[in-house]
């Protein structure tokens, strides 16, 4: 399975890439998150909880960051078990672009999934991928619009939407990096 999407965010490179970098932040963003705690060098242990139809459980995952090249990018190897709901394992990549409106989020993701949250279907397993992705990035705004306020008489810039590549469970990223997340998703500064 595969995803992509970028996002358009109103903060500079530096302060997109300390927030995807704390713990804290990312726990408030990724919908679902009961912990984020690090575990070493580049690595952090997550606990998730996740409902696609019928099928729910608390996900426990790792996640080690590689390729580190901050403030511009990194790539986020994952996997979560939730026990007899299923598994998820993969990896993405996450680059930080500057321009005149802030930066823009990008991400590429590959994932697996198996047990019983993939037997629930593709397209069910899609709609709440993408409402966990745009939920994460409303939320992750939200965050950094309250930490970095514009300034008085600047717009705000708009925001785009993450779009999936066709047939890709974007929870898969949020449960990893987002879990970004969207990553999850989700660094250290």
């Known amino acids: 399975m595969d995803m992509q999407g970028s996002r358009q965010l109103a903060v500079t490179q530096q302060q997109a890439w300390q927030a995807l970098n704390d713990p804290e932040v990312l726990k408030a963003c990724i919908p679902g998150c009961d912990s984020i705690e690090a575990t070493g060098e580049n690595a952090y242990a997550l606990v998730n909880a996740i409902k696609v139809g019928p ?50 989020l990008g991400y590429t993701v590959h994932a697996t999934v198996g047990g019983k949250i993939a037997q629930v279907g593709q397209r069910l397993i899609d709609g709440v991928a993408k409402s966990t992705a745009e939920n994460f990035f409303k939320r992750f705004d939200e965050e950094m619009q309250q930490r970095h306020p514009a300034p008085a008489g600047a717009e705000a810039a708009p925001a785009a939407v993450a779009q999936p590549a066709r047939g890709v469970p974007a929870w898969v990223w949020i449960a990893g990096a987002i879990v970004l997340l969207l990553g999850y998703w989700l660094l250290r500064s």
């Open 55 to 104: 099928v729910s459980a608390k996900f426990k995952g790792n996640i080690q960051l590689a390729d580190v090249n901050a403030p511009e990018s990194y790539t986020l190897n994952f996997e979560g078990n939730g026990g007899a709901a299923g598994f998820g394992k993969g990896s993405a990549k996450v680059v930080l672009t500057p321009n005149d409106a802030g930066c823009e």
